[in-house]
C-alpha cells in the first residue's frame, strides 16, 4: 500500500516539476533582441517572456516557434514554449526586421 | 520606405483578396457595395481601437488577450463564410444560374450579405490593427516619418489593387461556374481561417494537444512570402501547420460541404458551427 502511495507521489511531484516550466527573459531595446542567443534546453518546456523596453511596438515573431504577437510599448509578453528538440529556432521583430532578429538555440 | 510597403502590403492582402471575393459573390445585389463599404469603415475603425487599447488587450486574461481576441474573430468570420454558403445553397434552386437571379435571391435575404460585410470588417479589423501599430510605431520613433508613411500608403494602395484584380478575375468567369467557383474558394477560405484559429488558440495555450509540425515547407515557399500570404488566405496555406492545425483545416471543409450537402437534399440543415 505504501508502496503504491509512495509510487503515486513520484508520479505526481514527477509531473509538477515537469510542468513548471524553467522562465526565459527576451529583451527589446533600440529595436535589438537582448540576448541575440538564447539558450534552453532541449526535451523541456519553457517560459519565455519578451520585454520590450522601446517606446515603439513590436511584433515578435517566430514560424518555428510558432508565435506571432505584439508586444506593446514598455511592456512585456509571455510565452509557453513545447518542449524542443535540439536546433536553432529563428525569431524576428517584425516591426524592425533589419536589427531585430536572434535565435533560441536548444540544446 | 520599401520595408514599409512590403509589411503593409503583406497585412493588406488579406484583407484585399477578402473584399475581392465578397464583392464578386455579391455583384448585381442592390446595396452591396454600401454594405461592404460599410463593413470596411466599421473594420478600420475597429482597427485604431484595438491599436490604441493594444496594451491593455495583450495584459487580458492572463497575458493572453490578444490570441483570444483574434481566434474569436477568426471564429465568427468562419461561422459568417460557412452560415452564407449553407444559405445560398439553400437558394441554389431558385437561381436560374443566371448572376441577376443570383442577386436577386441574396437581396432578398440581405441578411447574408450582412454576414459578409461582418466578414469584411473582421478581415480588416485583424489585419489593420496591426499596420496601425506599426505606422505608429514609425511615427513616434521618428524614422523618417515621412518616407515611411509614403511606403505604407503604397502598401495599402497594392492591398486595394488586390481587390480589384480579384474582383475582377472572378467576375471574368462564366455566370454559370462562377457561383460553384465562389462557393469553394469560400470554403476553402473558411477552412484556413480556421486553422489560423487554432494557432492563436495554441499559441495561448488554450489548445495544448496535437502541437507538433505536420511538414514544413517554409525552404518552397514562405507563408511571409507575397504569394505565400495570398494562398495563405485563398486555401490556408501555411508553411510550418500543426497537427491540429491541419485537422481542424480538413473538418471544416467537411462540416461546410455536409451542412451544404444537407441543405441541397431538403433536409433540415443542422446549425452551422464552426470547427471546434
Given at each position: 500500500m505504501n508502496r503504491i502511495a509512495t509510487a503515486f507521489l513520484i508520479l505526481i511531484t514527477g509531473f509538477a516539476g515537469a510542468a513548471s516550466a524553467e522562465t526565459y527573459t527576451l529583451t527589446i531595446k533600440d529595436h535589438k533582441f537582448d540576448p541575440a542567443e538564447l539558450k534552453i534546453p532541449a526535451d523541456k518546456p519553457a517560459t519565455l517572456v519578451v520585454k520590450n523596453l522601446d517606446g515603439t511596438p513590436e511584433e515578435f515573431e517566430s514560424k518555428p516557434l510558432r508565435i506571432e504577437k505584439v508586444v506593446p510599448a514598455n511592456s512585456e509578453a509571455t510565452f509557453q514554449i513545447r518542449a524542443l528538440k535540439a536546433g536553432r529556432y529563428k525569431f524576428f521583430g517584425e516591426f524592425h526586421e533589419d536589427s531585430a532578429k536572434g535565435e533560441v538555440v536548444v540544446e | 520606405?520599401?520595408?514599409?510597403?512590403?509589411?503593409?502590403?503583406?497585412?493588406?492582402?488579406?484583407?484585399?483578396?477578402?473584399?475581392?471575393?465578397?464583392?464578386?459573390?455579391?455583384?448585381?445585389?442592390?446595396?452591396?457595395?454600401?454594405?461592404?463599404?460599410?463593413g470596411a469603415g466599421a473594420g478600420v475603425l475597429g482597427a485604431l481601437i484595438?491599436?490604441?487599447?493594444?496594451?491593455?488587450?495583450?495584459?487580458?486574461?492572463?497575458?493572453?488577450?490578444?490570441?483570444?481576441?483574434?481566434a474569436s474573430v477568426l471564429i465568427l468570420a468562419v461561422a459568417m463564410l460557412a452560415w452564407h454558403n449553407i444559405w445560398m445553397a439553400k437558394h441554389g434552386r431558385e437561381l436560374a444560374q443566371e448572376l441577376s437571379a443570383v442577386g436577386k435571391a441574396v437581396a432578398r435575404g440581405d441578411r447574408t450579405l450582412f454576414a459578409l460585410a461582418t466578414v469584411v470588417g473582421l478581415a480588416v479589423l485583424r489585419e489593420g490593427s496591426e499596420v496601425a501599430l506599426f505606422l505608429y510605431g514609425v511615427l513616434a520613433s521618428g524614422e523618417s516619418g515621412t518616407s515611411v508613411l509614403i511606403g505604407g500608403l503604397g502598401g495599402l494602395a497594392l492591398g486595394a489593387l488586390t481587390s480589384f484584380a480579384t474582383f475582377f478575375g472572378l467576375v471574368s468567369i462564366p455566370p454559370k461556374k462562377l457561383f460553384a467557383v465562389t462557393t469553394a474558394m469560400i470554403t476553402l477560405l473558411a477552412a484556413g481561417l480556421a486553422a489560423q484559429a487554432v494557432a492563436f488558440l495554441q499559441q495561448s495555450g488554450t489548445i495544448t494537444a496535437l502541437t507538433d509540425?505536420?511538414?514544413?515547407t517554409s525552404?518552397?515557399?514562405?507563408?511571409?512570402?507575397?504569394?505565400?500570404?495570398?494562398?495563405?488566405?485563398?486555401?490556408?496555406?501555411?508553411?510550418?501547420?500543426s497537427q491540429m492545425q491541419v485537422v481542424v483545416y480538413v473538418l471544416t471543409i467537411v462540416a461546410i460541404?455536409?451542412?451544404?450537402?444537407?441543405?441541397?437534399?431538403g433536409a433540415q440543415p443542422p446549425a452551422p458551427a464552426p470547427a471546434e
Open positions: - | 520606405m520599401l520595408g514599409a510597403l512590403i509589411i503593409v502590403f503583406r497585412e493588406a492582402i488579406e484583407a484585399g483578396l477578402i473584399i475581392g471575393i465578397v464583392a464578386a459573390v455579391t455583384q448585381g445585389v442592390e446595396g452591396s457595395r454600401r454594405f461592404i463599404a460599410g484595438v491599436a490604441v487599447f493594444a496594451e491593455q488587450l495583450s495584459r487580458a486574461f492572463e497575458g493572453s488577450g490578444q490570441e483570444l481576441f483574434n509540425t505536420v511538414w514544413d525552404w518552397i515557399l514562405s507563408d511571409k512570402s507575397i504569394l505565400g500570404r495570398v494562398l495563405h488566405t485563398l486555401i490556408g496555406y501555411a508553411d510550418q501547420p460541404m455536409a451542412a451544404t450537402k444537407l441543405t441541397t437534399m
